[in-house]
C-alpha cells in the first residue's frame, strides 16, 4: 500500500492544527473519509481536501509534503506508525505523543516534543524553545521516548521534563534543563546562560562546559560504568552520540538552590 | 546397563520445583567478577540450611556482558519466592554491593520480576540516581569507589531442583577423582549449576530421620561403613560414593547435564575403579521430577 500524503495546496494564511492527520486517528478510513477529516485553520474548521492534496491511502505511513512552520500539532497524541514531514513543522510536533515515529526533515517551531510519552521524534534541522518541556499549565514535561535533534534548540529544553532522552547535536540555547525532574539531556554543541537553571534531578550531557552559575558545584572527574550502557543504547539511532565510547566525564551536581540532586556530566572525549 | 565397564542402575533421580533467577556479575576484571560471585553463591549449598542453593554458572566474555566488562553468570534456586528474594536481596547487599567495581545486570527475562537493586538503592541515602535505558532501570548508587550500578529487577522463573547421580567406587580418592571429571564435563552445560563444594556432595541425605527434630539424615544406604548394620545399597567392595547434584532451569538442562557427567565418568573406563552410577530417589517423597537414568542415556527423556 502507498503512503498516505498530504501536499499542501499552497503555504497557508494561518496555523493549521493538524492533531487530526495521525496514523491512529485515519487507520481504517477511506479516501473520502480521509478527504471529509475536518481540521482547524486559524478559527474556521475546514475539511483536510481544501488544504491538502491527498494521495496514497497507507495510514500507518502519512508524509506531509511542501510542509511548513504553518502545520502545528502533527503527529499529536499518536500511538503508532510513522509520520514523515518533507519540509517544516510548526509547533507542538509530536505533542503527548504515545508511540510511533515522527520524522521531520526541516525545522521545527516551539514545543516539539512536548508532553510527549513514547516514541521517537527526529528532527534534521532546528528547533525552537520548550523542546521536550510541558505545555503550559503541566508540571511536568516530556515522560518518556526519544528525541533526537541534529541542529540547534531553543531556550528552555527539556523544561520540567520527567523522562525519556533529548539528543542535540547542534546548540542549545538558556536554562537547558531548567527544572529538570529526570531523564537525559546531550547537547554536542555551545550551551547560553542558566544551565541546568532548578533542575531536581536528571542529567546533562555535554561535550563542552557551559558557564555555570554558583549553584551548580564541581564533584570533580570520574569513571561512570552506566554511560557504557547508555552509549550502547544509542547505537540504534543515527547520531554522533553513538559513536562516543568514553566513561570518562567531569561531574557537576546542582541545582544547589534547589536542593537539586541533578547532574552536569561533560564528557572527556 | 553397562557403559564401559560401568554399570549404570535402573533407578532415578527424583527432583522437585524452585524458584530460580539468573544474576549476572561484572567488575572490572574476571579476578573482581569472580570475589564478588564466590561471595554470593558462597553457603548456598543447599536449601535445608542456607535459604537458597546458588552457584556459578559460567564466566562470561566482554563481547556477553551488558556493560562490556569481564563477568561471569550466577544461578540461585530457592524453594519458594518469598525466600528467593530475600536471599537474592540480602545476598546482593552484602556481596555485591560491597565488592570493589561489581555490577548486576538481571540474566533472566520473564513476568515475574524480583528486586536486584530495586530496595537496594537507599543505600544511596537520597543521593541514588536512576537511569532508564531502553526500557530497564538501573540504579546509580554512589559508593566509595565510585558508582555502584545495579539492574532494579532480574527475571524469576519455575526452576527443578534436586537431579542428582551417585558415583560408587573402590576408594574414596577414586570416587572424588571420576566427581571432579563429571563435575568438569557438566561445568559445560549451560542452565545448570552443582551447588556444593567444588560441585560434588559426600553427605548424601534421605528423608526423614530416627530424631523428631530433624526432617533430613545422613542416607545410611549408601554409607560404605554401614554395610553390615543397615539395609544397604552397597556391594562388598564398594568403599566411597559421592553425590552430584543439579539444579537447573528446565528438565531437559538437568537431564542434559547428567548425560554429560554420567558418560564423561564412564570413559575413565574400569580402570578408573569406579564401579557402578545410581541416583537417590525417595521413593516419591520428594517431588514429582524423575531422572531415569536409562532413558536419559539412551537419548529418550522422559
Redo the contacts between chains.
Keep these: 500500500m502507498s503512503t498516505l500524503t498530504f501536499n499542501l495546496k499552497q503555504p497557508p494564511q494561518h496555523a493549521i492544527n493538524c492533531s487530526n492527520l495521525t496514523p491512529n486517528q485515519l487507520s481504517g478510513k477511506t479516501t473520502s473519509q480521509i478527504a471529509a477529516t475536518l481540521i482547524t485553520y486559524g478559527n474556521a474548521t475546514v475539511s483536510t481536501s481544501e488544504l491538502f492534496e491527498i494521495s496514497g491511502i497507507d495510514a500507518s505511513h502519512i508524509t506531509f509534503k511542501n510542509a511548513t512552520p504553518a502545520l502545528d500539532y502533527i503527529g499529536a497524541n499518536m500511538a503508532s506508525g510513522t509520520i514523515t514531514v518533507e519540509g517544516d513543522a510548526g509547533a507542538y510536533l509530536g505533542f503527548g505523543m504515545k508511540n510511533g515515529e515522527i520524522h521531520c526533515h526541516g525545522s521545527t517551531q516551539a514545543f516539539a516534543a512536548c508532553n510527549m510519552v513514547n516514541g521517537v521524534v527526529r528532527i534534521d534541522g532546528n528547533t525552537g524553545d520548550f523542546l521536550g518541556a510541558g505545555s503550559e499549565g503541566l508540571r511536568k514535561g516530556m515522560r518518556?521516548g526519544t528525541v533526537i535533534v541534529k541542529g540547534n534548540a531553543g531556550d528552555r529544553v527539556g523544561d520540567q521534563m520527567r523522562?525519556g532522552l533529548i539528543l542535540i547535536e547542534g546548540n542549545a540555547g538558556d536554562y537547558c534543563g531548567s527544572r529538570m525532574i529526570?531523564g537525559?539531556i546531550g547537547v554536542l554543541g555551545d550551551l547560553g546562560t542558566y544551565t541546568a537553571f532548578n533542575m531536581h534531578?536528571g542529567?546533562l550531557l555535554l561535550k563542552k562546559l557551559p558557564q555555570l552559575h554558583a549553584t551548580i558545584q564541581d564533584c570533580g572527574s570520574?569513571?561512570?560504568?552506566?554511560l557504557?550502557?547508555?552509549f550502547?543504547?544509542l547505537a540504534k539511532y543515527d547520531t554522533q552520540f553513538s559513536k562516543f565510547n568514553t566513561q570518562r566525564v567531569q561531574r557537576y551536581v546542582g541545582d544547589a538552590a534547589y536542593k537539586g540532586?541533578g547532574?552536569v556530566l561533560i564528557l572527556n572525549a | 546397563m553397562l557403559l564401559n565397564g560401568i554399570q549404570i542402575d535402573d533407578t532415578f533421580a527424583e527432583a522437585f520445583n524452585m524458584r530460580g533467577t539468573r544474576v549476572i556479575i561484572t567488575a572490572q576484571n574476571h579476578k573482581w567478577a569472580y570475589n564478588a560471585a564466590n561471595a554470593m553463591t558462597g553457603f548456598a549449598t543447599s536449601v535445608i540450611g542456607c535459604g537458597v542453593e546458588a552457584g556459578i554458572e559460567r564466566e562470561l566474555s566482554t563481547e556477553e556482558t551488558p556493560d562490556g566488562r569481564p563477568g561471569v553468570s550466577i544461578l540461585m534456586f530457592a524453594m519458594g519466592s518469598k525466600v528467593l528474594m530475600q536471599q537474592l536481596e540480602t545476598r546482593m547487599g552484602q556481596c555485591i554491593l560491597t565488592c570493589p567495581t561489581a555490577a548486576a545486570f538481571a540474566g533472566i527475562d520473564s513476568e515475574d520480576k524480583i528486586s536486584l537493586g530495586k530496595h537496594l538503592r537507599y543505600f544511596g541515602d537520597g543521593f541514588q540516581t536512576s537511569k532508564l535505558i531502553d526500557g530497564r532501570r538501573y540504579w546509580r548508587i554512589p559508593v566509595m569507589d565510585g558508582e555502584f550500578l545495579t539492574e532494579e529487577t532480574t527475571g524469576m522463573v519455575r526452576a527443578i531442583g534436586g537431579g542428582n547421580f551417585l558415583i560408587l567406587a573402590t576408594s574414596q580418592p577414586a570416587a572424588l577423582a571420576a566427581a571432579e571429571v563429571a563435575i568438569e564435563a557438566m561445568k559445560q552445560v549451560p542452565n545448570v549449576i552443582m551447588p556444593f563444594p567444588g560441585g560434588v556432595v559426600r553427605s548424601g541425605s534421605k528423608v526423614g530421620s530416627k530424631y523428631k527434630t530433624m526432617f533430613a539424615s545422613t542416607n545410611d544406604a549408601f554409607c560404605p561403613t554401614l554395610k553390615g548394620a543397615t539395609n544397604t545399597e552397597l556391594s562388598s567392595e564398594i568403599e566411597s560414593v559421592m553425590e552430584i547434584v543439579i539444579d537447573g532451569l528446565t528438565f531437559e538442562d538437568i537431564a542434559l547435564s547428567m548425560k554429560v557427567g554420567i558418560e564423561a565418568i564412564c570413559k575413565l573406563g574400569e580402570s578408573s575403579d569406579v564401579k557402578r552410577i545410581s541416583a537417590g530417589n525417595y521413593g516419591g517423597k520428594l517431588g514429582p521430577h524423575l531422572f531415569k537414568l536409562h532413558d536419559i542415556l539412551n537419548g529418550s527423556q522422559s
Design positions: 518518556g523522562r529526570a537525559t534531578r542529567t570520574h569513571t561512570l560504568p552506566f557504557s550502557l547508555l550502547k543504547s540532586n547532574e
